[in-house]
């Protein structure tokens, strides 16, 4: 039985030796592979990596966009000012005397024409009467002339008398007839002296001042009452001359009451040419109509500079860098690229830029910046309004 046993064992062992190389080329293969296996996946495993690691590098930047504006520059500065009427009036006398009687108070509605003030010179009345006698004596004497010169040329044509006598009346008679023009000028003159003893209302107004009173005296040409129509008001305001420029007559320009708030449109009436010689503003006047204000009041006229065409952008899309201020203008790849802007004037949250490198309509960021660098890839997002760029 052992010896059967020792038997079948070394059949067993000779199978197994002749499988030895076989199992020996298969463990060499498996090791090759192993070796060959290693440094590949390695290699793929470094280059999803890299691949992973650039598209993270570029992934699209979250921003919002605008584009510059092209705008004229309307700003505008206030220059303050009284209304007062447009139609005023000093009212006097051209004779010197002193005041018999005053018809109008003040606050009084006048019509035109209408007597307000009555002036007492005792010169007046003795002169007029004085030159209607005079013309009247004229008149009488040039009729008598007239006769005596008929007669005699009655006498000349039965050569009765010499015809030196003849031209001499007719010399006289055309010295009286001059004499009486000129008596006749002298009334009139005297009766036009008479009626400016009389004040009368120019138009149609209020009277707002009383100078003088009855009794005081009143020398020619010293105002004695100031009244103002009611059918509109003005305001003049001073401005420097570089406002004036562009404006024109019949312009509207809006008026402002300080106070209230209020705003009204006003035209452009009269525009200053010189200034006084202490002063180196030049008048503006703005008439008013139908605003219920009255005379006296404050008022402030908007004045808007010379318009210019300039280029606007947020205020928040400027930022600084080492070349100075710039923004982040999109090409049409949707890729930032910063540009260099020379900031003229920041009005409220909108910056003017001076004439550079930027045109109307280039897209700009204005918000995004902090994430945001030269050549980054873009997405644009809608502004806080909802609406697309």
Aim: glycine share 8%; charged share 25%; with cysteine.
């Amino acid at each position: 039985m052992f010896q059967e046993v020792i038997i079948a064992r070394r059949l067993v062992n000779d199978d197994y030796r002749r499988y030895y190389p076989r199992i020996v080329l298969l463990l060499i293969m498996m090791a090759l592979l192993a070796a060959c296996g290693e440094p590949g996946h390695a290699a793929m495993e470094a280059e999803s990596q890299a691949l992973n690691s650039s598209d993270a590098a570029v992934a699209p930047v979250p921003v919002r966009v605008i584009p510059v504006n092209s705008e004229a520059d309307q700003q505008s500065l206030r220059f303050a000012g009284v209304a007062r009427p447009r139609q005023r009036a000093n009212l006097s006398f051209q004779v010197g005397g002193s005041i018999e009687v005053r018809f109008a108070e003040i606050g009084q509605q006048v019509e035109q024409g209408e007597i307000v003030a009555r002036l007492y010179n005792p010169q007046l009345q003795p002169a007029r009467e004085a030159a209607a006698a005079r013309l009247e004596q004229l008149r009488t004497d040039a009729e008598q002339a007239e006769r005596d010169l008929a007669r005699l040329e009655r006498l000349y044509e039965r050569d009765l008398l010499a015809s030196q006598d003849v031209e001499q009346q007719r010399s006289t008679l055309k010295g009286i007839r001059s004499a009486i023009d000129n008596a006749r000028a002298n009334l009139l003159q005297t009766e036009q002296l008479q009626d400016e003893s009389e004040l009368r209302a120019p138009f149609t107004g209020r009277i707002e001042q009383v100078l003088l009173e009855p009794g005081e005296f009143a020398q020619p040409g010293q105002p004695v009452l100031r009244m103002s129509a009611e059918d509109g008001l003005e305001v003049e305001v001073q401005v420097p001359p570089r406002f004036l420029a562009g404006l024109s007559l019949g312009e509207s320009l809006s008026v402002f009451n300080g106070l209230s708030g209020e705003t009204w449109q006003g035209v452009i009436t009269e525009i200053g040419e010189s200034a006084s010689a202490s002063n180196a503003l030049y008048p503006l006047v703005v008439s008013l109509q139908h605003t219920g204000l009255r005379s006296g009041e404050a008022l402030e006229v908007a004045v808007p500079r010379q318009r210019r065409s300039a280029l606007t952008v947020p205020l928040n899309a400027v930022m600084r860098s080492a070349q100075g201020l710039t923004v982040f203008r999109l090409n049409e790849n949707n890729r930032a690229q910063r540009v260099v802007v020379d900031v003229a004037r920041i009005t409220g949250d909108q910056v003017e830029l001076a004439p550079g490198n930027l045109s109307e309509g280039d897209r700009i960021v204005y918000a995004g910046l902090t994430r945001l660098a030269e050549g980054d890839l873009v997405t644009v997002l809608a502004p806080a309004g909802g609406n697309d760029q």
